[in-house]
């Protein structure tokens, strides 16, 4: 078993649908949670980020976190064309070191 | 600089040339990381420096891999003798320590093609 396992789609919504993202992980050392969002041909950049369970809000993107399931997702609400990309999960247990990814969702949000 | 910057942003090299490429962090980022991500992978961890502490070489993934970092500042990750399977793109990120969380900032990575 990965560590980290995420459906890597892909993902096809109509504009305006709410987007659900998930991830489980297998080590519950994990604390820190990240969501990366990757446009085609570009480095990932950081979309959201929490720190052990709860929830998060920003904009249209609420990140949740279970860690009894070891379970996280990524809500999008009102996609758009231009959420179109690839979302990573990413999580470590430390303040420093490596993340560890998940494969990533690719997304598609038609007009 | 405002970002993390990467250089070449494309190489193509024949099999069993060696390469070189180079990462320039964020200014006064004490950490940098090289990951290798492969086509519809995800981001595969390769090599970790945190200020003048020895770096953690635990993802290379053979010998054939290295890298340096000059004090805080440039990075360069060689691969000796290129195979096909090597083929991917390299992303370098980096973070600043104490800052909460560990967020890492990526550059936009160079893609290897090895022929």
């Known amino acids: 078993q990965k560590e980290v396992e995420q459906d890597p789609g892909p993902l096809s919504v109509p504009e305006g649908a709410i987007v659900s993202l998930n991830c489980t992980y297998s080590?519950?050392?994990?604390?820190?949670f990240m969501w990366y969002r990757q446009y085609s041909r570009k480095g990932p950049e950081l979309l959201m980020y929490?720190?052990?369970?709860g929830n998060k809000e920003d904009g249209r993107f609420t990140a949740q976190v279970d860690k009894s399931s070891k379970y996280i997702s990524l809500f999008i609400r009102d996609s758009q064309p231009s959420d179109s990309a690839t979302y990573l999960c990413?999580?470590?247990?430390?303040?420093?070191?490596?993340?560890?990814f998940g494969k990533g969702t690719k997304l598609s949000v038609k007009p | 600089g405002a970002g993390v910057s990467q250089s070449p942003s494309n190489k193509v090299t024949e099999k069993g040339k060696d390469v070189e490429l180079r990462c320039d962090p964020i200014?006064?980022?004490?950490?940098l990381y090289w990951y290798r991500q492969r086509l519809g992978q995800g981001l595969e961890f390769l090599i970790y420096?945190?200020?003048?502490?020895?770096?953690?070489k635990s993802g290379l993934p053979s010998d054939r891999f290295s890298a340096e970092r000059t004090g805080e500042s440039v990075s360069t990750l060689t691969i000796q003798r290129t195979q096909q399977e090597d083929s991917a793109v390299y992303l370098c990120?980096?973070?600043?320590?104490?800052?909460?969380?560990?967020?890492?900032?990526f550059g936009a990575g160079t893609r290897l093609s090895v022929l």
């Open positions: 420096f945190q200020g003048n502490s020895a770096p953690d």
């Open positions: 929490t720190y052990s369970s």
């Open positions: 080590n519950s050392a994990f604390q820190y």
């Open positions: 990120a980096s973070s600043l320590q104490g800052s909460s969380g560990n967020i890492q900032y």
């Open positions: 200014s006064g980022h004490t950490a």
């Open positions: 990413a999580m470590t247990g430390g303040s420093q070191g490596n993340l560890i």
